[in-house]
Nanobody, 120 residues
Framework: QVQLVESGGDLVQPGGSLRLSCAASGSIFSINDMGWYRQAPGKQRELVAAITSGSNTKYSDSVKGRFTISRDNARNTVWLQMNNLKPEDTAVYYC??????????????WGQGTLVTVSS
């Protein structure tokens, strides 16, 4: 059993910053890619940022230059630093991890989501 627990969502004014955290726990041998997705009301879930175990990163065009993804492999934790937040960043943010749970045992795990609201 593997769990992802997110934290850090909040109400913030436009131009503000937030830092989301996601910690993985359970039967984990290693974690390959980790990522953050978001889903706004009435919209499909979309990739925000992703990071490999070697810390290669990619971002959606809408957040490039404002958001930074990072991770600590020893702590099975990934963060999303969000700066210069805009109302259109309002969404539930989900953590995702590609977990190696054992020999030839691969799991895709999702967190429960954390709400980010950007509003004045």
């Amino acid at each position: 059993q593997v769990q992802l627990v997110e934290s850090g969502g909040d109400l913030v004014q436009p131009g503000g910053s937030l830092r989301l955290s996601c910690a993985a726990s359970g039967s984990i041998f290693s974690i390959n890619d980790m990522g953050w997705y978001r889903q706004a009301p009435g919209k499909q879930r979309e990739l925000v940022a992703a990071i490999t175990s070697g810390s290669n990163t990619k971002y959606s065009d809408s957040v490039k230059g404002r958001f930074t993804i990072s991770r600590d492999n020893a702590r099975n934790t990934v963060w999303l630093q969000m700066n210069n937040l805009k109302p259109e960043d309002t969404a539930v943010y989900y953590c995702n991890a590609a977990v190696v749970a054992g020999i030839q045992r691969y799991l895709e795990v999702w967190g429960q989501g954390t709400l980010v609201t950007v509003s004045s």
